[in-house]
């Protein structure tokens, strides 16, 4: 997980800073190749030179059931899973398929980006609540998401949590749930991070009860894990057969056909690449580590502890200045503006740094970083 590293021609982070001498740390992909069983698999799958229409076969629903099981002890059916190009168009599907035009649809900010536009290009109401900083880390504010719940039908849960990075404990998904039944919610419980998951085991939202599964649309993928974004495979796990429909519906002549080559990753991933993500998820534990040494002591910088992704959430507001994204860019490290992550100017003086890349761009990035931060 280190060494050098040639990025993708095509890779859009990278492209971003085509001939500029700027470390993008921005979208989240990261800087390693994926499993080589992934890589043989895709090219054996390749070497048939057939691609037509695709379907999810035996063995690949077989994969997905079991990895459940075994990372997770979450027993679905295969008629649970509905297959889909990505996770965004989750989200989407998820606003189509509950409630009508204008109504709400809840989530905590700061969040991944499309959280806030999905309900809006499908016409629902965008609620919000911001997440609180405790002491030992970002929380939530329950009694406020009570009173804000009572005009919402849906709830979009971002599990783990981009960008602040918790992995959600038990006794916070059982509050949540415990507002989801009260309000008669559906849940969407966005998970694409979760094998990601640095310290203990994911407990899936849909698992905490039947009761609980019945209202919850589970978005799982192979692509942060594995690093596989740009072969666009990802899965909706819902036991609820009405809801189910009504998600198939909401993508109806919309959503493609999955693409076999994502299909083909996502089998060989999740069958063979384990021994691969225990020494991902070592590296982005020492990296995390890293991140957090160096941000923490940097005065003006701040950051809480990353549960889980390969994201850190900086809060940049001590340092007093009106973008510390585009500061950052100019000390030639590129960052996600934190303004994306909620309404308005809310999280302008935050940033968000990917270090899912080699160590030694890693070490490069929070030099400059510290640079920049002594020049003020
Ligand atoms: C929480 C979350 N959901 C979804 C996505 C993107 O999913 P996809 O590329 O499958 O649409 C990301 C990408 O960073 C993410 O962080």
């Not at 992909?29 to 698999?41: E, G, H, L, R, S």
């Not at 038990?170 to 979760?194: G, N, P, T, Y």
């Not at 973008?323 to 490290?333: D, H, L, R, S």
């Amino acid at each position: 997980m280190s060494g050098d590293f040639v990025p993708a021609p095509d890779s859009l982070r990278w492209r971003k800073y085509a001939g500029r001498d700027v470390i993008p740390l921005w979208v989240a992909d990261m800087d390693f190749p994926a499993p080589p069983a992934v890589v043989a698999a895709l090219q054996s799958r390749v070497a048939s030179g057939l691609f037509g229409y695709g379907e999810p076969w035996p063995s690949l629903i077989e994969a997905v059931i079991e990895h459940c099981q075994r990372e997770y002890g979450w027993r679905i059916e295969a008629e649970w899973l509905v297959w889909l190009p990505g996770l965004v168009p989750g989200l989407h599907l998820a606003c189509r398929a509950v409630g009508a035009a204008g109504d709400g649809v809840f989530t905590a900010t700061p969040v991944y980006p499309p959280f806030l536009s999905a309900p809006d290009a499908e016409q629902r109401r965008l609620l919000t609540l911001p997440l609180v900083r405790h002491e030992g880390g970002w929380g939530w504010d329950f009694a406020a998401a009570d009173a804000i719940l009572r005009a919402a039908r849906l709830l979009l849960l971002c599990h783990p949590h981009n960008p602040v990075g918790r992995a959600w404990r038990e006794d916070e998904l059982w509050q949540l749930a415990a507002l989801a039944q009260k309000h008669d919610l559906v849940v969407c419980s966005d998970e694409i991070h979760c094998d990601l998951t640095l310290n203990g085991r994911h407990t899936p939202f849909a698992m905490l009860s039947p009761e609980i599964a019945a209202r919850t649309i589970t978005l799982m993928a192979p692509s942060k894990t594995f690093n596989l974004a740009g072969l666009g495979c990802a899965y909706a796990i819902i036991p609820d057969a009405g809801l189910r429909r009504a998600f198939r519906a909401a993508g109806h002549g919309i959503v493609p056909h999955p693409n076999v080559l994502g299909l083909t990753a996502c089998e060989a991933a999740l069958r063979e690449g384990g021994a691969w993500r225990l020494q991902l998820l070592d590296t982005l534990r020492a990296h995390a580590a890293r991140v957090e040494q160096v941000v923490n002591a940097l005065p003006g910088l701040s950051m809480e502890r990353v549960e889980a992704t390969f994201l850190a959430w900086i809060d940049c507001r001590e340092l007093g200045l009106a973008q510390p994204a585009a500061f950052f860019e100019q000390a030639g490290v590129g960052l996600s503006d934190g303004a994306a992550f909620g309404s308005g100017s809310a999280y302008a003086q935050y940033v968000r740094l990917n270090f899912g890349t080699t160590r030694p761009l890693l070490d490069a990035a929070l030099e400059r970083i510290r640079e920049a931060c002594a020049r003020l």
